[in-house]
């Protein structure tokens, strides 16, 4: 008997993920392809668009073979891509240069000179903070050193766009990936004119804005041949990848909020319309016409404990080093962390911010240092959140994924330090469950957005411990204090 399944591709900064599932959200095969980095210089950071392209490919025929589907029953397949990429490319899509990724600080100048000028300006107009990470500086970067890929230059594009333009001969970009460029207006959903002249380039080497739920169809017979799937497969714009994370966790709702962590993290919240603050902590991003996210990455999750493990670890498991912070009380004795190992993002987007043990005493062990840093982590979510919750309101739950979230110490503690109960889905899949439901809503397999929510298999909430709460309330007003004044010394 046939049956209907729908495939989600991940276009991630690490891999390229490619999962299958059935309609009702359980998972039904997933491959992952690793791809390849390039450190041209200090602080450059590139990937190969091409490879990526080669490996989404073989991610989909893979994935198509391992679930032992005929081509009839895949139905549709939607995008999740990583935000902040740029590539340059000629007229017929060729690359002139790799792709910039989000954690390339070559623009870091052209960001402090833009922010010490017309940057909460611009912040207002787009909703994008001013920072090296995003598509607006590294073209003032590029318009600035002459660059010569930029100058050649016919289009400007994302991994994303560029996956498309190869596949269906379209210049398309959604929503939320416009958005993140800080060259996008998400009131009036089009490019802010005024900046994309500041960076020396035309309207017309940007691509056509489309919503999250535009079908494509017409994919290249000899690329359809090579995923292994029949060429008229609907295939489905999707959003950014913080979007669609949100979306496949749950977190839709008024109040609803994620929180992704792995080696970096994220906390994002679903809201009406634009909601801007006015101390730039806080990024907001177009989804749909109606509705945009707000939120916060840190560039410092799980990375400061892997740096920790290094130093201190030996040859324990990650299981068994996060475990000894199990024997120290909340505030791990007067200790006090400070995640900045990469600089920051959210909520004080500096690059120049540094981390800082702040309280250190003879008595302070291995397992002390351990609970400071997972304790670091969570408070700088927290003083995130707190941006959030000015602008949104009080968060009533709290979704988190991610690799820290497969550790029982840490999701009580985020439980204990937001006083929220906390939910964690079944399937790490977040982003991927979340571009096959937006195909599913496209292609009007499925009523709303907002249905996905019946298909998402959850464990049990985790309750704060209101003792543990009482503590963290105070050991938190002490990190804020030491956290404003570090940011201020960094500059």
Same mark, same amino acid.
């Given at each position: ?388 919750? *000015?602008? =949104?309101? !009080?968060?009533? +739950?709290?979704?988190?994924?991610? @690799?820290? /979230?497969?550790? $029982? ?36 397999? *499925?009523? =709303?957005? !907002?249905?996905? +929510?019946?298909?998402?298999?959850? @464990?049990? /909430?985790?309750? $704060? ?27």
């Amino acid at each position: 008997m046939s049956q209907e399944f729908v495939l989600g591709l991940d276009i991630g900064t690490t891999s390229v993920k490619a999962c299958i599932f059935h309609l009702n959200g359980k998972l039904a095969a997933e491959v992952e392809k690793m791809n390849s980095f390039y450190y041209p210089q200090q602080g450059w950071a590139e990937q190969d668009p091409v490879e990526i392209e080669r490996s989404s490919v073989a991610a989909i025929r893979e994935a198509v073979e391992k679930a032992g589907i005929e081509k009839n029953e895949l139905i549709s397949v939607g995008f999740s891509a990583a935000m902040h990429s740029l590539i340059c490319v000629d007229q017929k899509g060729k690359p002139l240069s790799n792709a910039l990724i989000w954690t390339d600080g070559r623009s870091f100048a052209q960001a402090e000179k833009v922010s010490a000028t017309n940057g909460k300006n611009i912040y207002v107009k787009t909703g994008t903070p001013i920072h090296p990470m995003t598509p607006f500086m590294k073209l003032l970067w590029m318009k600035e050193t002459n660059y010569e890929p930029y100058i050649q230059a016919a289009y400007f594009m994302s991994i994303k766009e560029f996956l498309l333009y190869h596949w269906f001969n379209e210049r398309v970009i959604d929503y939320s990936m416009a958005s993140a460029t800080g060259l996008f207006n998400p009131e009036t959903h089009t490019w802010e004119s005024d900046v994309v002249r500041y960076v020396g380039i035309s309207e017309g080497q940007l691509s056509a804005i489309v919503p999250p739920t535009k079908v494509l169809t017409g994919i290249s017979g000899r690329v359809a041949a090579e995923m292994g799937i029949n060429p008229e497969t609907p295939f489905v714009m999707g959003a950014a990848d913080g979007q669609l994370a949100n979306l496949g966790i749950g977190a839709i709702l008024p109040g609803e909020v994620a929180v992704s962590v792995g080696t970096s993290g994220a906390i994002r919240q679903f809201t009406d319309g634009v909601k801007i603050g006015a101390n730039q902590e806080t990024f907001c991003y177009s989804f749909t016409e109606a509705t945009t996210i707000i939120g916060g990455p840190t560039n410092n999750g799980g990375i400061a404990l892997q740096w920790l493990k290094d130093l201190l670890g030996g040859n324990e498991s990650f299981e068994e080093f996060l475990s000894h912070a199990e024997k120290v009380t909340p505030g791990a004795e007067g200790l006090i962390f400070l995640p900045y190992l990469n600089g920051e993002r959210a909520p004080i987007w500096n690059q120049r911010a540094k981390g800082n043990f702040y309280g250190v005493s003879i008595t302070h062990k291995k397992e002390h240092f351990i609970r400071a840093v997972l304790e670091g982590i969570t408070f700088n979510l927290y003083q995130i959140g707190k941006a959030l919750e *000015a602008l =949104s309101g !009080e968060p009533k +739950k709290l979704y988190v994924n991610g @690799g820290l /979230a497969r550790s $029982p110490l840490w999701l009580q503690m985020m439980a204990d330090v937001f006083e929220a109960e906390i939910y964690i889905p079944e399937s790490h899949h977040s982003a991927a469950w979340g571009a096959a439901w937006t195909a599913l809503v496209a292609t009007n397999k *499925a009523a =709303s957005f !907002e249905e996905i +929510k019946e298909n998402i298999p959850m @464990g049990d /909430a985790i309750v $704060p411990n209101k003792k543990n709460s009482r503590k963290y309330k105070n050991i938190y007003q002490k990190y804020e204090l030491l956290a404003n004044t570090m940011e201020n010394f960094s500059k």
